[in-house]
């Protein structure tokens, strides 16, 4: 702000303040300001130098001229002593982000074996409820199988049951055929009664064949 106000001969007012606030924290701008400073400090000493070669003697002209060169390497050495600081400053800038690199690395690379154990959890949990409900579905058609087993086994009871009624009822009618009381029939009645009891006796026959 000082250096725009010095060179502002119009004595305009300074606009750009947010992007000041932002770079004036940088490294590069510490390095060019002190790189100004060093040109003011320069510049003055030349300024002395002149005003000492007009206001003394001839004589004197060597020791200022030696003293003046003595200032400008002692203000070289600082600069290089300085700029030699912002070089570590930087290089420490640089290892500290390295270092920041490296742990949230390691942060990103926690959670997500995290993730991946809490993914793999799921999937097992996901795998043993399969299973459950395989069980369960095995379980249901066994039960199934089961009934429908019990039902034919229940249906060929009540076929069984059924046919050794018709065979007995059958039988109870073959038997009055065969018992029947041939008094009073007429001649096509007793011959009907006579055929039925022939049938049933060769059927019965065969059968024991």
């Given at each position: 702000m000082k250096l725009y106000?010095?060179?502002d001969k119009d004595k305009k007012k300074f606009s750009l303040m947010p992007c000041w606030n932002i770079l004036k924290g940088e490294d590069k701008w510490a390095?060019?300001?002190?790189?100004?400073?060093?040109?003011?400090?320069?510049?003055?000493?030349?300024?002395?130098?002149?005003?000492?070669?007009?206001?003394?003697?001839r004589d004197e002209e060597g020791t200022n001229t030696e003293q003046a060169v003595t200032d400008v390497?002692?203000?070289?050495?600082?600069?290089?002593?300085?700029?030699?600081?912002?070089?570590?400053?930087?290089?420490?800038?640089?290892?500290?982000?390295?270092?920041?690199?490296?742990?949230?690395?390691?942060?990103?690379?926690?959670?997500?074996e995290e993730s991946d154990?809490?993914?793999?959890?799921?999937?097992?949990?996901r795998f043993i409820a399969a299973l459950d409900v395989d069980?369960?579905?095995l379980a249901l058609e066994k039960i199934r199988?089961?009934?429908?087993?019990?039902?034919?086994?229940?249906?060929?009871?009540?076929?069984?049951?059924?046919?050794?009624?018709?065979?007995?009822?059958?039988?109870?009618?073959?038997?009055?055929i065969m018992l029947a009381d041939n008094n009073g029939?007429?001649?096509?009645?007793?011959?009907?009664?006579q055929m039925m009891q022939k049938d049933i006796v060769a059927k019965r026959l065969g059968n024991q064949v």
């Open positions: 106000i010095e060179q390095a060019k300001m002190v790189e100004i400073a060093e040109l003011e400090k320069l510049e003055k000493c030349k300024k002395k130098q002149k005003a000492a070669k007009v206001s003394r003697p390497v002692g203000q070289e050495t600082q600069a290089r002593k300085r700029s030699d600081g912002i070089k570590k400053v930087k290089e420490n800038h640089r290892r500290g982000g390295a270092e920041a690199c490296v742990e949230a690395f390691d942060k990103m690379w926690a959670k997500k154990k809490e993914k793999e959890k799921a999937k097992q949990e069980k369960e579905a199988a089961d009934a429908d087993l019990k039902r034919a086994d229940a249906e060929q009871k009540r076929a069984e049951a059924e046919q050794k009624r018709a065979e007995a009822k059958l039988l109870k009618q073959e038997k009055d029939l007429n001649p096509a009645q007793l011959q009907w009664l």
